[in-house]
């Protein structure tokens, strides 16, 4: 069947260091992959978007990798800080032409310490 | 910051009432979804809608129903509420030229049915 995973539910990293999620997947070869941000009670919002055919993406402190070979995307946060304590989802869109192909993992929450 | 509406934020409310959730976007967008997420799990699509007149169901099976008679416009309607109903509805839009089809999302609508 089909999976997304994230690894571990929760994950605790000191200011000022380097936060590195994770997400694999099975049975998928997705168009996209995209990376987005949760607070509590809020709605995601989107961070970063990766195609199959990039194998890295920068956005201030954020960093993307797509390994398609392997399934997997990593999510780099450099320079971390308290105020990036929140979920990150990754949500991967097969075809990239319509929201019945995207489908998201459960999250990592990330609690950065001062 | 994305210019999409949710109304109510919070709702309690008894069992085998009927209740609609209301949501709006006023950027224009085309596409329209409705996510349901239980606390500390993945998104699950229950609607989406390409354009006015437009409704299909999503991934997860759902008893709300959905209309789109307006392009900002995408409300969800549960005709009987029952305890199982109970969760974080999202409603999203997104535009079709966009690519990765990224989505932008409401704050949410918390529902509890007792």
């Known amino acids: 069947s089909q999976k997304i995973e994230q690894n571990s539910e929760a994950l605790n990293i000191q200011e000022g260091k380097t936060a590195t999620l994770t997400c694999n997947y099975t049975n998928y070869s997705p168009a996209y992959l995209q990376w987005y941000r949760q607070d509590p009670g809020r709605g995601p919002v989107f961070l970063l978007l990766i195609r199959e055919n990039e194998k890295e993406k920068r956005k201030e402190r954020l960093k993307v990798t797509f390994d398609t070979t392997l399934k997997q995307s990593l999510f780099h946060i450099t320079a971390s800080q308290p105020a990036d304590s929140a979920t990150y989802l990754c949500a991967l869109d097969i075809s990239g032409t319509g929201a019945n192909n995207l489908f998201f993992g459960t999250g990592t929450r990330l609690t950065v310490i001062p | 910051e994305a210019d999409i509406y949710q109304t109510p934020r919070y709702l309690v409310i008894g069992t085998g009432k009927k209740i609609t959730l209301e949501c709006s976007q006023t950027?224009?967008?085309?596409?329209m979804y409705w996510y349901q997420q239980d606390p500390g799990m993945e998104l699950h699509l229950i609607h989406y809608s390409y354009g006015v007149n437009s409704t299909e169901k999503g991934d997860l099976s759902s008893e709300s129903t959905v209309s789109r008679i307006r392009t900002e416009h995408f409300p969800l309607t549960l005709e009987s509420a029952r305890p199982s109903h109970t969760s974080q509805y999202l409603c999203a839009s997104s535009v079709s030229a966009l690519p990765g089809n990224t989505i932008y999302f409401g704050e949410g609508s918390w529902l509890t049915v007792v």
């Open positions: 950027m224009g967008h085309d596409k």
